[in-house]
């Protein structure tokens, strides 16, 4: 007797779970995690600049002042540092605020040519509608006999229209300074959330900095033991963020970092 109820209590515990579970029904699929917005513009970037004949160098994200500052033309008392100077471990350990510090490794170990690109992430203590305090950094490098402004401005002309896919994209380079370039310039392209008709995030002005650029200074390659009489070369740096809110007409950079699904489900491919 005591056989048979245990039979018939399992035969109904199976019949009320077959009925809970639904097991003649396909199965819940979990859901698939995708690559971030901006995890796929680096990406972009990155196979833009493969394509243009550079090739991808990484670099320490804890950093000597040696080659965040001073190797780049930037002694302790330059005040190019106040923009920058960020978060120390101490007097010569930080957290770098830039990936130039790659070149200055790169130009030590390595004769010319050289043609590379870094990325990584940087720090510093910016916080507004298109700056973070951790953000990631593409910085490229050219170093070879008779580089000159030219090749600049056309690889980076390339690149952008590439980039936003746009074969008639507008460009400006406005003279600038950055201390380990001479001459230097800052390179914007057309605002992609107003098509430059002025907007809070471009500051009304219609167009939106991406870069900065120029050609290598001769300082820079004493530094590194180049003869400046021999080599010249053109360096340049840029955000994927900013980018990537140019690309998306994004109009507060923040936007990337909340976490909110309902935002990043946006860029879903």
């Known amino acids: 007797a005591l056989a048979e109820a245990l039979s018939r209590l399992k035969a109904a515990a199976r019949r009320a779970a077959a009925a809970a579970i639904g097991v003649t029904l396909p199965g819940r699929r979990p ?4 690559l971030h917005p901006i995890t796929r513009t680096m990406q972009e ?11 991808t160098v990484e670099g320490p994200e804890v950093e000597l002042d040696w080659y965040n500052f001073e190797a780049l033309n930037l002694p302790p008392d330059h005040p190019a540092r106040d923009m920058q100077d960020t978060f120390y471990f101490s007097d010569q350990v930080l957290l770098r605020t830039h990936t130039s510090p790659v ?9 010319p040519p050289i043609k590379m690109v870094a990325i990584g992430k940087v720090f510093r203590r910016d916080s507004d509608l298109t700056h973070s305090p951790l953000f990631h950094q593409v910085e490229g490098l050219v170093v070879d006999r008779s580089t000159h402004m030219g090749h600049l401005k056309g690889c980076l002309i390339d690149f952008c229209r590439a980039f936003f896919e746009i074969d008639d994209l507008p460009l400006r380079f406005r003279p600038s300074f950055f201390p380990f370039t001479e001459p230097s310039a800052d390179v914007d392209v057309q605002c992609q959330i107003c098509k430059g008709s002025g907007c809070p995030t471009c500051k009304r002005t219609g167009f939106l900095e991406i870069m900065g650029a120029g050609m290598v200074h001769p300082a820079v390659f004493a530094a590194c033991g180049l003869n400046a009489e021999r080599y010249t070369g053109y360096a340049f740096g840029m955000g994927p963020q900013r980018l990537a809110m140019l690309r998306h007409a994004i109009p507060d950079i923040r936007l990337l970092w909340t976490g909110d699904m309902r935002f990043l489900d946006q860029f879903v491919e």
Request: charged content about 35%; proline content about 4%; hydrophobic content about 40%.
């Open 31 to 34: 859901p698939l995690g995708r």
């Open 45 to 55: 970037i990155y196979d833009i600049f493969l394509h243009l004949g550079f090739e």
């Open 103 to 111: 070149q200055i490794r790169t130009m030590e170990k390595r004769r």
